[in-house]
Nanobody, 130 residues
Framework: QLQLVESGGGLVQPGGSLRLSCAAS????????IGWFRQAPGKEREGVSC????????YYADSVKDRFTISRDNAKNTVYLQMNSLKPEDTAVYYC???????????????????????WGQGTQVTVSS
């Protein structure tokens, strides 16, 4: 059974950093595109960042570009989201998701439009506040 488990969320002051982890079990992440999404109270879900299964192509929402970095460690079957220079508006529940998608154009479009990937984690809360 495909399972994704996020960790690394918490409370951080503005300007601080967090690294989220998304550990997969029941399948090998190598062949899956991975996305990080977030949803703040009263707001729609937003595609934050996605990474392809093949050449490691990446997408970042404008709101996080140059602050967040997505990476994957296939040996550990884990994907990371390094979040720097955090702002209060980054406060949200962060979810990772995976899908077997072969074309980067499709992955990027699904990320931009925050469409449903096939498998989702339970989410981890990130709160940025002083």
């Amino acid at each position: 059974q495909l399972q994704l488990v996020e960790s690394g969320g918490g409370l951080v002051q503005p300007g601080g950093s967090l690294r989220l982890s998304c550990a997969a079990s029941g399948f090998t992440l190598d062949y899956f595109a991975i996305g990080w999404f977030r949803q703040a109270p009263g707001k729609e879900r937003e595609g934050v960042s996605c990474i392809s299964s093949g050449d490691g192509s990446t997408y970042y929402a404008d709101s996080v570009k140059d602050r967040f970095t997505i990476s994957r460690d296939n040996a550990k079957n884990t994907v990371y989201l390094q979040m720097n220079s955090l702002k209060p508006e980054d406060t949200a529940v962060y979810y990772c998701a995976a899908d077997r998608l072969d074309y980067w154009d499709t992955v990027q479009a699904m990320c931009v439009m925050s469409l449903d990937f096939g498998s989702w984690g339970q989410g981890t809360q990130v709160t940025v506040s002083s």
